[in-house]
């Protein structure tokens, strides 16, 4: 045995390609090259002023300090006014665990309630981090596949298919990182009764909850009507402009709350005191920044579906939300540049970077083989470059 052994856990986990097609990215931008980047994950804004004076109001004042290990009282109790108001929902500070960023609330969630043995069902496509949660609890991910012309809503018959004695929960993302895909109130009510009848626990991911640009958006826990243990996390990255600033919150049960409280308390003790304060003048403040933004992702989104429709053999569904399109270029697979094949999505997208100088994410590391996702949140200028040069490469495959 070496000292440099590492553990089971780290060979096990895969790490992050979408950091490795950014890291590609920047490495021809440091050679001067003109890279357009439709990889991004988070708002081109700026976080809003209001919530920018609140931080450092907070550094001034000396609010610099550990807060309570669940998270200071005042943004629990903001929390639930928020979910109150927002959501329709009754939840009270101690059913609350602010953490730093929403991905520790899942990787929390996911510790606290799946052991070895456990079967976790996350739907394909899914966002590259829930496999990894659950291989990190010691579980197992069992993937269910989705109808990418209906939102990329569940396919049910796989579902209760794949449902058996060692099945412990699910996850679920509406709107969704990749696919941009809103479920509506009768599949997000059909996962809660089929949950409760197989007495499963649902982790429902709704940091996109701000994105939502047709028809209006209904938190799981509100269409909960059977009783099912839904965990909601939340986050104030997107909605805000705020994935800096690290917070993200989980609501639930008192037991599993307290439970995950717990594990924080050993990992990081509490998130971080300026982002917390800054998180209570968002959620407290003037929400017309939120709408604001969500006008103009609308208007991009539009822009971004209409170019990638004009595509030949290019196929889009509208997404409902979030900030992704994620059209099927399978057709484009089988096909040849300089005498190389292109065979999957990850061979496609790495052509798309060295022909148009455009970076993307290819669908294929989010369990969707022939797709790529295209963030929009991005100018309508650089959309509508960037389309412009993946349609030019496009055409060059022969
Ligand atoms: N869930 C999904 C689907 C995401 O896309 C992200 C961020 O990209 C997160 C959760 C985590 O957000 P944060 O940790 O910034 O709150």
């Given at each position: 045995?070496?000292?440099?052994?590492?553990?089971?856990?780290?060979?096990?986990?895969?790490?992050?390609?979408?950091?490795?097609?950014?890291?590609?990215?920047?490495?021809?931008?440091?050679?001067?090259?003109?890279?357009?980047?439709?990889?991004?994950?988070?708002?081109?804004?700026?976080?809003?002023?209001?919530?920018?004076?609140?931080?450092?109001?907070?550094?001034?004042?000396?609010?610099?300090?550990?807060?309570?290990?669940?998270?200071?009282?005042?943004?629990?109790?903001?929390?639930?006014?928020?979910?109150?108001?927002?959501?329709?929902?009754?939840?009270?500070?101690?059913?609350?665990?602010?953490?730093?960023?929403?991905?520790?609330?899942?990787?929390?969630?996911?510790?606290?309630?799946?052991?070895?043995?456990?079967?976790?069902?996350?739907?394909?496509?899914?966002?590259?981090?829930?496999?990894?949660?659950?291989?990190?609890?010691?579980?197992?991910?069992?993937i269910v596949s989705t109808d990418p012309n209906n939102q990329f809503e569940p396919n049910f018959n796989e579902l209760v298919s794949k449902i058996n004695s060692k099945t412990k929960g699910m996850i679920i993302n509406s709107p969704s990182n990749p696919t941009g895909g809103v479920w509506s109130s009768g599949a997000i009510d059909k996962i809660l009764e089929i949950s409760k009848k197989n007495n499963l626990i649902v982790i429902s991911d709704e940091c996109y909850e701000k994105l939502v640009f047709n028809g209006q958006y209904i938190s799981a826990e509100k269409l909960n009507n059977?009783?099912?243990?839904?965990?909601?996390?939340?986050?104030?990255?997107?909605?805000?402009?705020?994935?800096?600033?690290?917070?993200?919150?989980?609501?639930?049960?008192?037991?599993?709350?307290?439970?995950?409280?717990?594990?924080?308390?050993?990992?990081?003790?509490?998130?971080?005191?300026?982002?917390?304060?800054?998180?209570?003048?968002?959620?407290?403040?003037?929400?017309?920044?939120?709408?604001?933004?969500?006008?103009?992702?609308?208007?991009?989104?539009?822009?971004?579906?209409?170019?990638?429709?004009?595509?030949?053999?290019?196929?889009?569904?509208?997404?409902?939300?979030?900030?992704?399109?994620?059209?099927?270029?399978?057709?484009?697979?089988?096909?040849?540049?300089?005498?190389?094949?292109?065979?999957?999505?990850?061979?496609?997208?790495?052509?798309?970077?060295?022909?148009?100088?455009?970076?993307?994410?290819?669908?294929?590391?989010?369990?969707?083989?022939?797709?790529?996702?295209?963030?929009?949140?991005?100018?309508?200028?650089?959309?509508?470059?960037?389309?412009?040069?993946?349609?030019?490469?496009?055409?060059?495959?022969?």
């Open positions: 045995m070496s000292a440099l052994d590492f553990s089971d856990r780290v060979t096990r986990v895969k790490p992050s390609f979408t950091l490795e097609m950014t890291s590609r990215a920047a490495d021809l931008r440091s050679k001067g090259i003109d890279v357009i980047n439709l990889s991004v994950g988070e708002p081109d804004f700026n976080t809003p002023e209001h919530i920018i004076q609140a931080g450092k109001e907070a550094m001034d004042k000396g609010f610099t300090k550990y807060t309570a290990g669940p998270g200071m009282i005042e943004l629990r109790q903001a929390i639930c006014k928020k979910l109150s108001v927002e959501n329709g929902l009754t939840f009270t500070p101690d059913q609350v665990l602010v953490s730093n960023g929403e991905k520790q609330s899942l990787y929390t969630a996911c510790q606290a309630l799946f052991d070895k043995g456990d079967e976790v069902i996350v739907f394909s496509p899914y966002w590259v981090s829930f496999p990894e949660f659950v291989r990190l609890a010691d579980a197992e991910p069992i059977y009783n099912t243990e839904v965990v909601t996390c939340m986050s104030l990255s997107k909605t805000y402009a705020m994935t800096g600033w690290r917070v993200g919150y989980t609501v639930g049960n008192k037991n599993i709350i307290r439970a995950m409280s717990k594990l924080q308390g050993q990992a990081t003790s509490c998130a971080n005191s300026i982002g917390q304060k800054a998180a209570i003048a968002a959620l407290t403040g003037d929400q017309k920044c939120v709408e604001s933004m969500r006008n103009k992702y609308k208007e991009r989104r539009d822009l971004m579906i209409r170019l990638l429709k004009e595509i030949q053999g290019a196929k889009c569904m509208i997404p409902g939300g979030a900030f992704y399109a994620f059209p099927d270029f399978s057709y484009y697979l089988g096909k040849n540049y300089n005498g190389e094949k292109i065979n999957d999505s990850f061979k496609l997208c790495d052509y798309i970077l060295d022909v148009a100088r455009v970076v993307s994410v290819p669908g294929d590391g989010f369990g969707a083989p022939g797709h790529i996702r295209f963030s929009y949140a991005v100018s309508k200028d650089t959309i509508r470059e960037g389309v412009d040069r993946v349609v030019k490469a496009l055409s060059e495959l022969n």
